[in-house]
């Protein structure tokens, strides 16, 4: 999606996207992944996502990336803790709690700025991407983490308008064309296809490589 469309999207109210519960998949499937409490995770392209309020709940340290600044200050408004406010490089941040939000382009994130992230989460990146956008997305992230940084996906595919978007139709051969050179991928389950035709698909991802000693 351009910057515009998706500045607008936020300004005019248009985040049909955004949901008003954490996702259960999420809830589910999370625990399998091994993170431990303490465990720093990103979350790209995260909007006002309460997924990520579920995620400090359990112990998490959230760093969450958004171009919109409208986006981070709906969320900081909807939390109760004290907000403090900083610049990181190009990034605008703010942290509420053990949750920060920094307010910039995703590909503008260096791996000198993720030294300290163990996990990953993506409900809302990868499919908000067109498919031009979509490779280099998956070989930034892949160049963010350590090996053995382990993740959740959550992909979808539209039966009914694979074209349209965004949210954008990505199929379970592209996840693995997209993310299989750099992680060691999983698929964890395929949802049944909600009254609008959209049918999610849950990954686990594994970085690959050794471990730095």
């Not at 605008?92 to 920094?102: N, P, T």
């Amino acid at each position: 999606m351009a910057t515009d469309e998706w500045l607008a999207r936020w300004k005019e109210g248009r985040i049909g996207f955004h949901r008003s519960a954490p996702h259960d998949a999420l809830m589910r499937h999370w625990p399998s992944l091994g993170a431990e409490p303490g465990d720093k995770v990103l979350v790209p392209l995260c909007g006002k996502s309460l997924d990520m309020r579920w995620l400090a709940e359990q112990g998490h340290p959230v760093l969450g990336l958004e171009l919109s600044s409208l986006a981070i200050e709906q969320f900081m408004a909807e939390g109760e803790a004290p907000v403090s406010r900083y610049t990181q490089g190009a990034f605008s941040c703010c942290r509420q709690g053990c949750i920060e939000l920094w307010c910039g382009d995703f590909f503008h994130f260096h791996t000198a700025q993720a030294e300290e992230l163990s996990a990953f989460y993506d409900r809302a990146a990868l499919i908000a991407l067109p498919e031009a956008t979509r490779q280099r997305y998956a070989f930034h992230l892949a160049q963010l983490l350590l090996p053995g940084t382990r993740g959740l996906l959550i992909s979808l595919m539209d039966m009914h308008s694979p074209e349209g978007g965004p949210p954008y139709s990505v199929a379970d051969d592209e996840v693995e064309r997209l993310f299989a050179a750099n992680f060691e991928l999983t698929h964890l389950e395929t949802r049944p296809p909600d009254d609008s035709g959209k049918q999610e698909s849950v990954w686990s991802l594994i970085r690959r490589g050794p471990r730095p000693a």
